[in-house]
Every structure is written in C-alpha cells, then in structure tokens.
C-alpha cells in the first residue's frame, strides 16, 4: 500500500505544462519541469491513479491510498473492512476490565501483544499500544474512490487528467520543451492505463481537435500517431468508429483547405505513420479516402502536394507488403489489358483493369490516372538557383520532384508489367533522364533515378528495359553526363 495526495499531483503538473517567467531561476526553468515529468513517467500506481478520480482541488487535501494489485472495487470494500476491525478492536479493548492495571494482558484474533511493565517513556513513545491512548487515535479519511455509480465519469470530473490536458487547448504555439514533458506524462498514462485513457480521449471531440491543432509540434504529432494507431480494444465498434470518424476528418479538413499548411503536412505525416498500422490500413485505402487524397497531388501549393504523394506512396508499400510476401506482381493475373478512354493528355483519364488480386487496386488505378500531370510538374523548370563560389547558380530540385520521383520508383517495385508499359508510354525513362541533365550536381537525385532504372532491369519489365536501354547508349554518345 502506498499513501498519495492528489493535490501533490495536481500541483505537480504546473512544471510540466505552465511555462515559467522569463525572471525566473534555473532550477523553476529547467530542473524542476524535467524531474517533475520523469517522476510522473514512472507509471507507479500511485501516481497514475489520482488521474482518473474525482478531485476538487479547491476543497481539503485527504490522502489517497492505492494498492498495486487490487483492483479498485476491491479496494473500497477492502479498506472499509479495515476500519470496521479497527474500531471494533478499540472498542473491545476499552470495554476490558483490567485496562488500568499495568501489565494487562491483551488479547486479539490476529496477534498477541505483551505489554508487561510498559514504562511511562515507552509510553509516550508508544501510544498506539497503551489503552489510555485509544480514544486519541485518528483514523485517516477513507479516499473518495469512484464505486460503480461513478462508472463512465464525462469529461470535467477528472479534474488532474483535466489539467494535463489544459497544455494543448491554447491558440498560440506550445512550448518544445514542455511538449515533450506533456508527451512523456500522456504516454506514461497510455501505458499504464490504456482503456481508460484511449475512452477518455476519444470520447472527447474537444481533445482530439487540440491534438491535431498543435501537431506542427513533433512531439504531439507522434503522440497523437499512438493514439489512433494503440490496438487495445480496436475490436470494440465503438472506438474503432471513433478513429475511423476523426481520421475522415483530418482527410476532410485538408481536402476543403480548413487546415494551416505546417498543419496539414503535419497531418499528412500522422496518416503515414498510420499506414503501418494493420489494423487501420484497409479503411485508409478504400476509393473514398484514395480518391481525394489523389485530387490533393495536383495541388497548387507544391508542399500539399508532395506530402499527398507521400502518403499515397506509403500506402501503396504498405498494403503490398501485407498482400505480397513473396515479391511477385500485384498484377500477374489480368484478365484483360488496360484500356484507356478519351486521350492521356485529358486530366479526365480512366483507366480500368481486371485484376484477382484487389489489394493495390484501387490505390495504383487513381495514382496511374494522374501521372500524366505529374510528368508535366518534372518537366517545369526550376524556379530555384543555388549560388556558388565560383560566382554561377545551380538549379535547385524541389520536394515536389522528389516525391514524384518516389511515387514512381514505389510502382516500379510493383514488378507488374502493365505497369511498366504505362510508365514507357507516359516518357518517363526520357524524363528521368532529362532530370540527371538538368540537376547535374544533385547527386541524392541521381541515385534515386538509377535505382528505379536498376530495379526495373532487375525485375525484367520489359517496357522500361526496351526505353532504357537506347536512352543511355543515345546520352552516352551525345556526352550529357559522364
């Protein structure tokens, strides 16, 4: 049994997320928020419990004692039987006839205590087994711990957890260091106590909205990240709706444009780090979330859109890793070819396919659709320049590039020749190539470029291999790079 106030945890918690004057001392800035949160992630029973009780901390402190292996119904009955033997023992031994008498003999059920020749000093250091002291004895209050009545408490009576929490409902810019601090202490309750809390937070509009309005910050972005991805009680319909709801948010709100853009490409790092989560990937790659994901990829603002290719790239990884475990083609049984409709220079190009195997179906189908535009956006010319010591400029390549790049580097590891195929067709080998030319000096490009041209060789997709290799006998015979 241990024995802690809550209102020492409540005070506690102002050095994790109150940030201190800028007149205050080193110790108030840096020592006490530090040893504060690591005391707080130790996960002691003692420490985690006081969260989930009721609490107000304006009234009275009263102690609050917490056992490690019984569990909190067992505790009330538990404790009340403690006082009940306790009271009954004084009052049996007051009611004794021979209580005056030194050198009384005291009988109890569980031990029998001597007390023969008790001298007065011994008396007064001892009170708690003399007799005359019996009615001086003060019983400790008995912890207000929630019974079944109490069960399913609504946001508000937990007023520590509460407090906690209060870090992330401001509208201006948290704190880093005590972002990490909150994101220890959140993760120690995760830990230690995950049904109550994964129920607590995502039965909370209101906490679940903070989260991803400060998820620019690191720290809440990844905590935010365990949060949906915790799979305790994912089975339960109820939470595992939750999740699914507050996710198509998060895809709505930067579809429409609702979200800053530090917070939206924060959100879209949060969807891929839940792309590795078994559990979630079948929701995020249905039509509905990939359809307007894809929309996201033509984006005007290069940022968006590189972060949206991402995320389609990583799906796209993820859910051929679960369908493929022996590297072969996602698409090796068509039925039929692809066929095209209107023309590949129309934004409105519909590619279908009938394929067995529906894993990556729906996520490669949207994304071959727009690789018309997104061949397009390689093609632009840079619009950033690199001066150097030697008084010129070299072109810079934006994220943009980058993640293009990755995208089709992701479908060439498909190993699927239809693929392929579309990919000669669309000029991409001759663009890829003109990008070396361009970046000349871009040695992490030209690595990623003779990757894909690697991989492909090594599947044998015929489609590239024909397009790559008169390319590079033609740039090796025009002298373009060395």
């Given at each position: 049994?241990?024995?802690?106030?809550?209102?020492?945890?409540?005070?506690m918690l102002?050095?994790v997320?109150e940030?201190?004057?800028?007149?205050?001392d080193e110790?108030?800035?840096?020592?006490?928020?530090?040893?504060?949160a690591?005391?707080?992630?130790t996960e002691v029973n003692?420490?985690?419990d006081p969260?989930?009780?009721?609490?107000?901390?304006?009234?009275?402190s009263t102690?609050?004692?917490?056992?490690e292996?019984?569990?909190?119904?067992?505790?009330?009955?538990?404790?009340?039987?403690?006082?009940?033997?306790f009271?009954?023992?004084?009052?049996?031994?007051?009611?004794?006839?021979?209580?005056?008498?030194?050198?009384?003999?005291?009988?109890?059920?569980?031990d029998d205590?001597?007390?023969?020749?008790?001298?007065?000093?011994q008396?007064?250091a001892?009170?708690?087994?003399?007799?005359?002291n019996?009615?001086?004895?003060?019983?400790?209050?008995?912890?207000?711990?929630?019974t079944?009545?109490n069960?399913?408490?609504?946001?508000?009576?937990?007023?520590?957890?509460?407090?906690?929490?209060?870090?992330i409902?401001?509208?201006?810019?948290?704190?880093?260091?005590?972002?990490?601090?909150?994101?220890?202490?959140?993760?120690?309750?995760?830990?230690s106590?995950?049904?109550?809390?994964?129920?607590?937070?995502?039965?909370?509009?209101?906490?679940?909205?903070?989260?991803?309005?400060?998820?620019?910050?690191?720290?809440?972005?990844?905590?935010?990240g365990?949060?949906l991805?915790?799979?305790?009680?994912?089975?339960?319909?109820?939470?595992?709706e939750?999740?699914?709801?507050?996710?198509?948010a998060?895809i709505?709100?930067?579809v429409?444009?609702?979200?800053?853009?530090?917070i939206?490409?924060?959100?879209?790092?949060?969807l891929i780090?839940l792309?590795?989560?078994?559990n979630?990937?079948?929701?995020?790659?249905?039509?509905?979330?990939?359809?307007?994901?894809c929309?996201?990829?033509?984006?005007?603002?290069?940022?968006?859109a590189?972060?949206a290719?991402?995320y389609?790239?990583?799906?796209?990884?993820a859910?051929?890793?679960?369908?493929?475990?022996?590297?072969?083609?996602?698409f090796?049984s068509y039925t039929?070819?692809?066929?095209t409709?209107?023309?590949?220079?129309?934004l409105?190009?519909k590619?279908?396919?009938?394929?067995p195997?529906?894993?990556?179906?729906?996520?490669?189908?949207h994304?071959?659709n727009?690789?018309k535009?997104?061949?397009?956006?390689?093609?632009?010319?840079?619009?950033k320049y690199?001066?150097?010591q030697?008084?010129?400029?070299?072109?810079?390549?934006?994220?943009?590039?980058?993640?293009i790049?990755?995208?089709?580097?992701t479908l060439?590891?498909?190993?699927?020749?239809e693929?392929?195929r579309?990919?000669e067709t669309?000029?991409?080998p001759?663009v890829?190539?003109?990008l070396?030319?361009?970046?000349?000096?871009?040695?992490?490009?030209?690595?990623?470029?003779?990757q894909?041209?690697?991989?492909?060789?090594?599947?044998?997709?015929e489609?590239?291999?024909e397009a790559?290799?008169?390319?590079?006998?033609?740039?090796?015979?025009e002298?373009?790079?060395?």
């Amino acid at each position: 049994m241990f024995s802690m106030k809550p209102k020492i945890v409540y005070d506690m918690l102002d050095y994790v997320i109150e940030e201190p004057s800028t007149d205050s001392d080193e110790k108030r800035m840096y020592k006490f928020p530090f040893m504060a949160a690591e005391v707080l992630n130790t996960e002691v029973n003692c420490l985690m419990d006081p969260f989930f009780i009721p609490f107000d901390p304006t009234a009275e402190s009263t102690s609050i004692i917490v056992s490690e292996i019984i569990s909190e119904e067992a505790k009330e009955s538990e404790l009340i039987e403690e006082g009940k033997e306790f009271i009954d023992q004084v009052n049996e031994d007051k009611t004794t006839e021979n209580k005056e008498e030194r050198g009384a003999f005291i009988s109890d059920e569980q031990d029998d205590i001597c007390v023969m020749g008790i001298e007065e000093d011994q008396q007064e250091a001892n009170p708690h087994y003399t007799l005359e002291n019996c009615d001086s004895v003060i019983l400790n209050p008995l912890p207000n711990i929630p019974t079944n009545e109490n069960k399913g408490n609504t946001e508000g009576e937990y007023k520590i957890l509460e407090k906690l929490l209060s870090f992330i409902k401001v509208d201006t810019e948290v704190n880093s260091v005590l972002a990490g601090y909150f994101e220890k202490v959140v993760q120690a309750l995760l830990n230690s106590r995950k049904t109550k809390m994964l129920n607590y937070l995502l039965n909370s509009k209101e906490h679940m909205q903070n989260l991803l309005k400060h998820c620019y910050n690191q720290s809440i972005a990844d905590l935010l990240g365990r949060i949906l991805k915790a799979e305790e009680d994912i089975t339960k319909d109820e939470l595992f709706e939750k999740k699914q709801s507050f996710i198509e948010a998060i895809i709505s709100s930067i579809v429409n444009g609702e979200l800053p853009l530090e917070i939206a490409k924060a959100s879209y790092k949060v969807l891929i780090e839940l792309s590795l989560c078994p559990n979630l990937l079948e929701f995020l790659t249905s039509e509905l979330i990939v359809c307007r994901i894809c929309t996201q990829i033509i984006n005007e603002n290069e940022e968006l859109a590189s972060a949206a290719l991402d995320y389609l790239a990583s799906l796209i990884k993820a859910k051929s890793n679960t369908s493929t475990n022996d590297n072969s083609s996602v698409f090796s049984s068509y039925t039929t070819p692809f066929r095209t409709s209107v023309t590949r220079n129309s934004l409105n190009i519909k590619i279908a396919f009938d394929a067995p195997n529906k894993d990556c179906k729906t996520i490669v189908t949207h994304c071959l659709n727009y690789l018309k535009p997104l061949k397009d956006k390689l093609e632009t010319k840079p619009t950033k320049y690199l001066p150097t010591q030697f008084n010129t400029t070299i072109p810079i390549c934006s994220p943009l590039k980058f993640s293009i790049i990755e995208l089709v580097h992701t479908l060439v590891r498909l190993k699927d020749v239809e693929v392929a195929r579309e990919l000669e067709t669309l000029e991409y080998p001759k663009v890829l190539l003109d990008l070396i030319q361009i970046h000349y000096m871009s040695s992490y490009l030209h690595s990623r470029i003779y990757q894909i041209f690697s991989d492909a060789l090594t599947s044998k997709l015929e489609p590239l291999v024909e397009a790559v290799n008169p390319l590079f006998i033609l740039v090796r015979n025009e002298g373009r790079f060395h």
